[in-house]
């Protein structure tokens, strides 16, 4: 709880349609309180025809930041004042400051994850990456991680989504890049030399935890395998990566840090890393 809450408390809000499942009010109120900054993190939902209202409220109320989750992150793009260029590139905004009355909109979600995979030793610099899915999750990671690889590859269920996603990279990433089908033969074929897997579709979320898309004689020891699902912390495919031999990476870190990066952005000031991992952690235990 936060200790103080009077006329100087300053508001952040999630804007989503659903957010009752959030775990980013537990991770930012215990940064806040930690920091000893007066302010609170709450979630609204907010349909989808109700964004623009939304928007209008958020500035005439001033609501000083905000985190955009699912259905808004792409449409809420032409209600802002300036989009930076690294969210424009993912075509995507998950974060958005309130500078004087102008909406700044921002994508951390990229940069979050290659925090984590560089905390948890799986630093794409270098390295052949096979990346699974071709949707928002995966368009913020391949930006980031692109600059870095030594070549990317996109697997995707829909494949035009993996060459759309493949072609963008490639107008402003200089990168050994590809984008196909995802198949029992793509898959076998470039996980055969890859170092570094990446899981960003929502095959093996909770409550489907028993779904893979990675038959586990795919994983090699010299692997490491990244699952940006957070629920179950341990899913099915990393379960298989761990009994493999491979290191095994889950989403919580991303979630920390992604997290932990709109904090500084609204803030400026360092986030409590640990502090944001551990709330969510006990969230994670029903805590
Ligand atoms: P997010 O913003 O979380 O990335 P999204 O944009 O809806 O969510 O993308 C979901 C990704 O998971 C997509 O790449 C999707 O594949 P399609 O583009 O073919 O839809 C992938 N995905 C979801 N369910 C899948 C399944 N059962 N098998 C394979 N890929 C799946």
Redesign the pocket.
């Known amino acids: 709880m936060i200790s103080r809450i009077n006329s100087e408390t300053r508001l952040y809000v999630l804007i989503g349609d659903p957010v009752e499942h959030s775990f980013s009010p537990l991770m930012h109120n215990a940064a806040f309180q930690f920091c000893g900054i007066n302010s609170v993190y709450l979630t609204l939902q907010v349909k989808s025809d109700g964004l623009g209202d939304a928007i209008k409220g958020i500035k005439s109320m001033g609501i000083s930041g905000l985190n955009v989750t ?1 259905p808004h ?1 792409v449409s809420i793009m032409k209600y802002l004042d300036e989009i930076d260029s690294n969210a424009k590139n993912i075509g995507a905004v998950n974060t958005v400051i309130n500078k004087d009355g102008r909406l700044i909109g921002y994508n951390t979600d990229g940069a979050g994850a290659l925090a984590s995979l560089k905390r948890g030793k799986g630093d794409p610099a270098g390295k052949k990456v096979v990346l ?8 913020a990671i391949s930006f980031s991680i692109a600059p870095f690889a030594s070549r990317l590859v996109v697997l ?3 494949r035009s ?1 993996a060459t759309s996603l493949v072609k963008a990279i490639k107008k402003r990433i200089n990168i050994d890049i590809v984008g196909e089908e ?1 198949t029992i033969n793509t898959l076998s074929r470039e996980l055969a030399d890859t170092e570094l897997l990446i899981n ?4 093996g979320m909770f409550p489907k935890i028993d ?1 893979t ?1 990675v038959d586990r004689h795919l994983i090699k020891p010299n692997m490491v395998v990244f699952d940006i699902i957070y629920n179950p912390p341990e899913t099915r495919l990393l379960r298989e990566a761990t009994a493999s031999g491979a290191k095994a990476l889950n989403g919580i870190n991303m979630l920390v840090n992604q997290g932990a990066l709109s904090f500084k952005l609204w803030i400026n000031l360092e986030p409590p890393i640990d502090v944001m991992l551990r709330a969510i952690n006990r969230g994670l235990r029903g805590g």
């Open positions: 699912i992150k699974l899915g071709a949707g928002g999750a995966a368009r995707n269920r829909t989504k995802l960003t579709t929502s095959v779904e898309l």
